[in-house]
């Protein structure tokens, strides 16, 4: 019996485009056209090449690759098929594009194709996640806020390490470079050369407060220079309460459960008093020569409640700021509408902090993507 083919319609497309970016696949609107494109190009195949197509136009990464396998069965879910005439079992082949019409686009617990039982998680409960004050995260959330936070981290670090290589074309042609790239080229000026400078990339440092009041928001900050540094070069991380200690090592194991171990190990002084001032004063003296330049982006992850003297923050911050191109303060305070930056330390910082916003959810954290 022949096979029903699938709905290859560009509305069809163009509804598992907006689902599959709600789950976590960077899918813009150019994805969206190759999507349609490489699909309407090759003509009636069967099931396996059909998924194969989707996959290669919108996926960009492994973990992209691996997780396009439980969106494409969620979308056109299996169960939606119906047997054929005098038949208990449902044809092999058919793809079914209508979306189930009853309940939500939730899917909670829904296995990939190898077995490994990763958990997709819907619109609406990462939309809740997303907002979710990490001081006010149960234990039943814990797990699904891992997995989407990874994956978003992830998404934003991707992007912005994209953006990176786009040469600025605005460049004045190098008219002798070009007339001599083209020789071998028949004298074809195909390849226009630049004389612009060459783009340089930012070094990012975190610098982060593992200390008391800090304590709810710490471990969730760690996960989000975990995501930075996996995928950023030039990333040096630093935990700080009353010391200063490095863990740019640590940070760049190729798992977050083996990061975590290693923090573990390390005697940073977590839960302990904030010296704020006498902090960025260790770090500069320690590590302001190598670390910080003007295409260096500085990121303090703080709430501010410093026990040391503002005078002496002030004037460190004053020092930080004058070698790099940007100081940006996380605070996650600043997440609570009655929060007002008037603590002696927090007054004393702000006029040497170019971006003060932010850090109390994923919503939060992924809205520095604009900042950097």
Not at 118 to 143: C, E, P, W, Y
Not at 242 to 249: A, K, N, Q
């Amino acid at each position: 019996m022949p096979q029903e083919e699938p709905d290859r319609s560009a509305a069809s497309i163009i509804e598992f485009c907006q689902f599959a970016r709600t789950q976590g696949l960077f899918v813009g609107i150019h994805q969206t056209i190759a999507a349609i494109e490489a699909t309407q190009s090759i003509g009636d195949v069967d099931r396996q090449v059909f998924t194969f197509t989707l996959r290669t136009a919108l996926t960009s990464s492994k973990e992209e690759w691996d997780l396009f396998d439980q969106l494409f069965e969620a979308f056109w879910d299996r169960s939606q098929r119906r047997p054929g005439p005098g038949s208990g079992e449902p044809k092999e082949g058919k793809i079914s594009t209508r979306r189930p019409k009853a309940g939500p686009r939730t899917f909670g617990s829904l296995s990939s194709a190898e077995g490994e039982g990763k958990a997709v998680t819907g619109a609406s409960a990462q939309q809740r996640i997303q907002k979710m004050d990490f001081s006010n995260i149960g234990h039943n959330d814990l797990a699904a806020l891992e997995q989407v936070s990874l994956r978003l981290f992830r998404r934003m670090s991707l992007r912005l390490s994209r953006k990176r290589k786009i040469r600025n074309l605005a460049d004045r042609v190098d008219v002798r470079r070009t007339i001599r790239q083209s020789i071998p080229r028949g004298g074809d000026p195909i390849v226009l050369a630049f004389q612009g400078r060459k783009p340089q990339k930012h070094r990012l440092v975190i610098f982060l407060d593992i200390s008391g009041s800090m304590n709810p928001y710490s471990l969730f900050l760690v996960r989000f220079a975990f995501a930075l540094q996996k995928y950023f070069k030039r990333v040096d991380s630093f935990l700080f309460s009353t010391d200063v200690v490095e863990i740019t090592d640590v940070l760049r194991t190729r798992d977050l459960p083996d990061a975590l171990r290693g923090l573990s190990q390390r005697a940073a002084g977590w839960a302990g008093g904030t010296k704020i001032g006498e902090s960025l004063s260790d770090f500069n003296r320690q590590y302001g020569r190598k670390l910080l330049s003007t295409n260096t982006i500085f990121i303090i992850l703080s709430d501010g409640w410093d026990t040391g003297e503002p005078e002496m923050l002030a004037a460190q911050l004053h020092r930080t700021r004058r070698r790099v191109q940007k100081l940006i303060w996380l605070n996650p305070l600043l997440g609570l509408k009655e929060y007002k930056p008037i603590t002696r330390g927090m007054s004393a910082a702000l006029p040497y902090v170019d971006v003060f916003a932010p850090a109390h959810n994923l919503e939060s954290l992924l809205a520095l993507e604009r900042f950097l």
